[in-house]
């Protein structure tokens, strides 16, 4: 599933779903938009898992569920906690960090 945020409640959706994979990003960071249709393709690949794009300058609250300093920022949260996070513009990378949760 693949949601875009158009309200701060990130949280809500985290603890909702046992397993979320967010994109924070912004409207005018280019890596955030090449980076966008692998997460999108991500999304359609793994459905039991709830992807959500978060413009981190539009969403305060749900930006500091993570620490992004730089965008894009992917974070994995699992059970309402968050597992792990990076910061990249390398496909293989954000496919690293989506494996750690399908393996479970």
Do not use: H
Not at 9 to 20: G, T
Not at 28 to 53: H, Q, Y
Not at 80 to 99: A, C, P
């Amino acid at each position: 599933m693949l949601l875009e945020l158009e309200n701060d409640n990130l949280k809500e959706i985290i603890d909702q779903n046992k397993k979320v994979v967010v994109q924070y990003s912004a409207t005018w960071c280019g890596n955030c938009r090449i980076m966008k249709p692998k997460f999108k393709k991500e999304a359609s690949d793994n459905e039991d898992i709830t992807f959500v794009l978060a413009d981190a300058e539009k969403f305060p609250e749900s930006r500091k569920l993570a620490k992004v300093d730089n965008l894009p920022t992917f974070a994995i949260f699992e059970n309402g906690e968050i597992r792990n996070q990076v910061q990249t513009n390398k496909y293989d990378v954000l496919k690293e960090l989506i494996s750690e949760i399908t393996s479970n």
